[in-house]
């Protein structure tokens, strides 16, 4: 199977466009040469994509399945040509949950006025090694140490844990919780990417139901629907107010470390002044 990135785009033009006529105008390519890349993109996948009719398009149950990996697939693209092109003119700082937290911006800030020469872009990629694995980071923020031999890691600060509820919950009237008021309560955890792991509590003293979540807007919605608790870094409270969830500390849990990790055959030009920067404002009061 040959898919190329004409199929691609010319599929997600007519979803976009809402038609194949406007989608040739926005790719700039004749309204046949679109119809034969979308004929061309089904046969390769063997499966409609698109409902046509004389004045509508709409997706097929396939090709609502299709859309958000083709829209990720360009998007791929995208990043890889700007990052060839560049060369050492781009940082890629990658994550998978909720980057710097509350440093993010001015870490931004900074970057720009110290760095003009070398443009920052954050990645989110929710992977272990949030992007560095797929090739989408120079440098990742990861919250669990990398255990491969292929990455170098650097603690750069600590952060409060925080409890996630839903906000109508009694415990939500508190300013705080503790880990044996969350042991007592179904889990939510992102195993693959989040933070917490059951050993912060007692063996003892662990919550019995656990809720496997894929990443934070999952992890979240599983909460503000009431069906779990969660715990996380307090980066997540300032990345992701939600109506209905509700942050409390977690005042006797360890502090979480956050690391940066790279390739280690592979470290950006610019390594040394990202460990600065970022260790320096999780040094700032």
Known sequence: MNIDLRQLRSFVAIIDEGSFTDAAIELRMSQAAV???????????????????TRTVELTPAGERALPHARRAIASVGELERSVRAG??????????????????EFQRRWAAASPETELQLVRTNSPTAGLAEGRAQVSVVRRPLTSGEYEVAVVGLERRYCAMASDHPLARRRSVTLADLA??????????????????????????VIDTNDVDDWLAVISSARAFGMTSEATVHQYRRPGVSYRLVRDAPRLAVYLAWSRTDPPAQLTSVLELVSELYRTP
């Open 35 to 53: 119809s034969r890349n979308l004929a061309a993109l089904e046969a390769g996948l063997g499966s409609r994509l698109v409902h046509r009719t």
């Open 88 to 105: 050492n003119n781009v940082l890629t700082l990658g994550y998978a949950w909720s980057a710097l937290g509350a440093h993010t911006v």
């Open 184 to 209: 007592t309560t179904p889990l939510a955890i992102d195993s693959r990417t989040g933070s917490t792991v059951l050993d912060l509590w007692p063996a003892s003293a662990r919550p019995e139901t």
